[in-house]
């Protein structure tokens, strides 16, 4: 029992630990594409945080789907396998939602873009 909630639990640290990660090496970036795109503080600072909110939610529906139901007589490796599957599921739903966020930031740009005066 002890040891299924460990093993739930690790896969919830980086259940958080990877949106983070990501988060904190695209934020600069991104904040720099809105800025100039959308000239409006209020919406760049609403754009990242619904990027952040998101992205954990993401990661933690991901996450939370697998039950670590495992006997107590279980090896070690089964706690390991289970815990690659839950990150798994986790990293899947991130990508798919990268993925959904490139699409609306590039129409976002496309329909929205600033013309530069040459």
Not at 8 to 37: E, G, K, M, Y
Not at 67 to 84: C, N, Q, R
């Amino acid at each position: 029992m002890i040891l299924n909630l460990i093993a739930f639990l690790i896969l919830l640290a980086f259940a958080v630990a990877i949106p983070t990660i990501l988060f904190l090496l695209l934020r600069s970036s991104l904040c720099d594409l809105l800025r100039h795109t959308l000239k409006l503080q209020s919406g760049v600072t609403f754009y990242l945080r619904s990027f952040l909110l998101v992205l954990y939610l993401a990661a933690l529906s991901g996450a939370i789907g697998i039950s670590f139901d495992l006997k107590p007589e279980s090896h070690l490796m089964e706690y390991v396998w289970k815990g690659a599957a839950g990150l798994s599921s986790s990293l899947q739903n991130l990508v798919l939602f990268i993925s959904v966020y490139l699409v609306l930031v590039t129409i976002l740009i496309a329909t929205l873009k600033v013309k530069v005066d040459e």
